[in-house]
């Protein structure tokens, strides 16, 4: 091994355990100053050395340089607006959304800057940023075969140790501190190994042609899919909830599969007619999709506005639109798949600008959503009662609590509790919320005092109401106080009976004193508009069998 290896492996080694370490303080410590840390930088970076380790000189050391200033520059102006005085650092669960966000366009410009390192120019084909950019793609897929198989082995002998009475070797193997540095370690060694084995283009070669004839395949279900549509209706596609999110992995899914295919546009794959007709249809079902995709999440935005999730689903789909529309609008006019590489490329330059901006003052996810949310207060398109002051203090950063500042200064009593009642809450407990999906007591006493009561002229007592509110982590799927009904019938022949319903099911609870749960009610109820409930006898007795009772359920 010369002198240059050995300095780059020992790099690849640093960079990873130094990677590891911060990443598992990020799991392990939720809040503090750390998370100041760029976590972009400690995510990104390291990758891309590893990727493009083989370049080993000044101008990857530049390269290296200049993307942790520039993502460095992007996580500082988001710290700023992300983390107020009142609120401190947490994370939470948007700067998800905003890592992949930044992920996607990061790897689809590595190829361009390693052929830039590789030609000292750049003018360089279309064809080589592709290769690059399958080839990045192929040493990530046979690092996530060598983790499995490493973490296979390593949960094994973890059993095995706890078998032996050895629990401590476990706890320490799973601790994330020890965990998350050796997953980093086994991929950047894995990355290296296979950049010096010949087999891995080899392997991508084989993966990519039999990607490619999956195309047709994919394309005749795609246009079925479509087909059907007006036959159905959208209504069972909106029910199911994951309507943006299965026509994103369609188109997602329809453009690797074509790139797969057609590779640098140079070659035709597909010498039978017919199954050049159903790859080439798929794409012009491409614009369907993002058209689908749009309406979609524009009805949940109509009907609740912006947040900063719904903002990131309009960016996937407006990304997957941008390549759809290419890639149609190349069939319609008999430019496939010679654009291909166009295409491509103006592609992932939009997306870049897109990207930019987003983490930047002018499409900033917060200060869009803190914005909409407060023109929806103000022109009454929802009422305070409705209104989530807790999100807008927690998730929407210095954006949101300027807005909660400008409503304090109103006239609305009804506002000022609800910013009271926001205020209040500690960012531990809300911190608490984004990891088990359980609000804060404040805001679940909020929603049963607002959820409705059948029938007319009942209401919870502030006892019963109380230990609903202690209880909620049957009802940790309900965030607002329509999605909550409580129901008094006697189903227990006592007189006493309350029956708590969701969306997703119900309990049936004893209220005389404190409640006690008697059962639960299975079942989805898509409307809990004035509920028809009604006790009815049972058709079938129970039986009894050694001792033990058993329902009769048709």
Not at 325 to 336: C, E, H, P, R
Request: proline fraction near 5%; include cysteine; charge should be positive.
């Amino acid at each position: 091994m010369n002198i240059i290896d050995r300095k780059r492996y020992t790099w690849v080694v640093i960079s990873a355990v130094i990677q590891g370490l911060l990443l598992g303080m990020y799991a392990v410590l939720p809040s503090g100053p750390l998370l100041c840390i760029p976590l972009t930088v400690i995510f990104l970076v390291p990758f891309v050395f590893w990727l493009s380790q083989e370049h080993w000189g000044r101008r990857l050391v530049n390269f290296l340089l200049g993307l942790t200033v520039v993502l460095s520059a992007l996580w500082a102006y988001r710290l700023w607006s992300l983390y107020s005085h009142e609120t401190g650092f947490y994370f939470i669960p948007s700067q998800r959304s905003e890592l992949i966000r930044v992920s996607m366009a990061v790897f689809l410009i590595i190829p361009f800057f390693q052929c830039r390192i590789a030609a000292w120019s750049w003018k360089f084909p279309y064809s080589e940023i592709f290769f690059q950019f399958c080839r990045n793609l192929f040493l990530l897929f046979q690092a996530g075969i060598v983790i499995a198989v490493f973490w296979g082995l390593l949960v094994t002998a973890s059993l095995l140790f706890d078998i032996v009475g050895l629990q401590n070797v476990p706890f320490l193997i799973f601790n994330p501190l020890t965990s998350v540095p050796l997953t980093s370690l086994t991929i950047a060694i894995s990355i290296s190994v296979a950049i010096k084995h010949p087999g891995i283009d080899s392997l991508g070669r084989w993966i990519l042609s039999v990607l490619a004839w999956l195309l047709p395949f994919f394309s005749v279900l795609s246009v079925m899919f479509i087909l059907c549509l007006p036959f159905s209706g959208l209504r069972k596609l909106w029910d199911t909830g994951q309507a943006s999110t299965l026509m994103l992995l369609l188109q997602f899914g329809t453009i690797i599969l074509a790139n797969a295919a057609w590779l640098d546009g140079t070659k035709p794959v597909f010498q039978n007619k017919y199954g050049n007709f159903l790859a080439r249809l798929s794409l012009l079902c491409l614009p369907v999709y993002t058209s689908l995709c749009l309406y979609s999440v524009g009805l949940r935005i109509q009907q609740y506005g912006l947040t900063t999730d719904r903002i990131q689903a309009m960016f996937l789909a407006i990304t997957a639109g941008i390549w759809g529309l290419g890639y149609a609008g190349a069939v319609v006019f008999k430019k496939w798949p010679g654009s291909i590489g166009r295409v491509n490329i103006t592609s992932i330059i939009i997306m870049i600008i897109l990207v930019v901006l987003m983490d930047s003052p002018l499409l900033d996810p917060y200060r869009l959503a803190s914005e909409n949310q407060y023109h929806r207060l103000m022109t009454g398109r929802i009422n305070a009662s409705d209104f989530d002051y807790v999100y807008t203090r927690f998730n929407l950063g210095r954006y949101g609590n300027a807005v909660l500042g400008e409503l304090e200064a109103g006239d609305s009593e009804q506002v000022k509790a609800g910013i009271k009642a926001a205020r209040s809450i500690q960012p531990e407990e809300y911190l608490r919320y984004t990891l088990t999906g359980i609000p804060p007591k404040l805001r679940r006493q909020a929603i049963i005092s607002g959820a409705k009561v059948y029938p007319a002229g009942r209401e919870l007592t502030a006892e019963q109401a109380e230990y609903f509110a202690e209880h909620w982590e049957y009802f940790k799927d309900v965030q607002r106080p329509q999605d909550l009904v409580f129901v008094f019938a006697d189903v227990e022949r006592s007189g006493h009976d309350v029956i708590v319903l969701t969306e997703e099911g119900g309990l049936v609870y004893n209220v005389d004193g404190t409640p006690r749960p008697l059962g639960a009610v299975s079942g989805k109820f898509r409307s809990l508009e004035n509920p028809d409930v009604r006790t009815l006898e049972p058709r079938y007795y129970d039986l009894s069998i050694n001792g033990v009772v058993f329902q009769v359920i048709e």
